[in-house]
């Protein structure tokens, strides 16, 4: 399936995107909420099977912040933890057998058991060749993230002088997965809600209109298009 438009030795090494954009398109097409956050599902999926056959190593999903968590309605947030649990059912062995490595970001202890159980059961999961690390942020804030770092630090009593940069993105849920290259927000707002704000120093940013259940595998090469034809100059 890999697109000879996509220079195979410039891909990102690491996708992050803020699937922004599911209740607006259920609302846009007369339908629940609900409705939208299931699409919004079945498009994660095809993204998440791209992602893996064009050879992408890292992909992050901003699934539930922590603000959702606490301000969502309960039936909302309730439907988003029984897709969740459909997602690591029906998709556990497959990802098992094509080599996606599932994980989660985020504070998921405070979910209801079954949740949970779920979440744990897909962790643990030891894939057949890992081609794809999968992560999704639930219950994620970047800020909280940063904070629960400096805690671990203090609370081991790590000297001023052995902390920099790398020790601190060691005692990030991202340890030892390269920073996003590229971050992609749907749904037409133009902020990063407090998603990977140490890991995202140097990424590049790319908003669109388009709401996350119709951001098709489509879309995500032009995006990589776009994002190869950009001069990378971290910093310089």
């Known amino acids: 399936m890999t697109n000879k438009k996509i220079d195979q030795n410039n891909l990102p090494?690491?996708?992050?995107?803020?699937?922004?954009?599911?209740?607006?398109?259920?609302?846009?097409?007369?339908?629940?909420d609900g409705k939208g956050h299931e699409?919004?599902?079945?498009?994660?999926?095809?993204?998440?099977?791209?992602?893996r056959e064009i050879g992408i190593k890292n992909l992050t999903v901003y699934a539930l912040s922590t603000e959702n968590w606490r301000k969502r309605s309960a039936k909302e947030v309730k439907g988003i933890f029984n897709l969740l649990i459909k997602i690591v059912r029906d998709k556990a062995e497959e990802?098992?057998?094509?080599g996606i490595k599932f994980f989660v970001l985020g504070n998921f202890q405070a979910f209801p058991f079954k949740v949970k159980k779920a979440i744990k059961?897909?962790?643990?999961m030891t894939v057949v060749e890992e081609k794809l690390q999968f992560n999704v942020a639930l219950n994620y804030g970047g800020r909280d993230e940063i904070v629960n770092a400096i805690k671990k630090i203090v609370k081991e009593n790590?000297?001023?002088?052995?902390?920099?940069?790398?020790?601190?993105?060691?005692y990030l849920y991202t340890k030892n997965q390269p920073d996003p290259d590229?971050?992609?927000?749907?749904?037409g707002e133009f902020r990063l809600s407090n998603f990977l704000l140490w890991q995202m120093s140097y990424a590049e940013l790319y908003f669109t209109d388009i709401l996350w259940?119709?951001?098709?595998?489509?879309?995500?090469e032009k995006v990589i298009i776009w994002y190869q034809e950009r001069e990378r100059r971290m910093g310089k």
Do not use: Q
């Open 158 to 170: 790590i000297p001023v002088s052995k902390i920099n940069e790398k020790l601190v993105s060691d």
């Open 213 to 220: 259940p119709d951001f098709t595998p489509k879309e995500m």
């Open 95 to 98: 990802y098992k057998k094509s």
């Open 182 to 187: 590229l971050i992609i927000r749907p749904g």
């Open 121 to 124: 059961k897909i962790i643990k």
């Open 39 to 51: 699409e919004g599902s079945k498009n994660l999926e095809k993204i998440v099977d791209y992602c």
């Open 13 to 32: 090494k690491h996708i992050a995107i803020i699937m922004d954009g599911n209740r607006r398109w259920a609302r846009k097409n007369n339908l629940p």
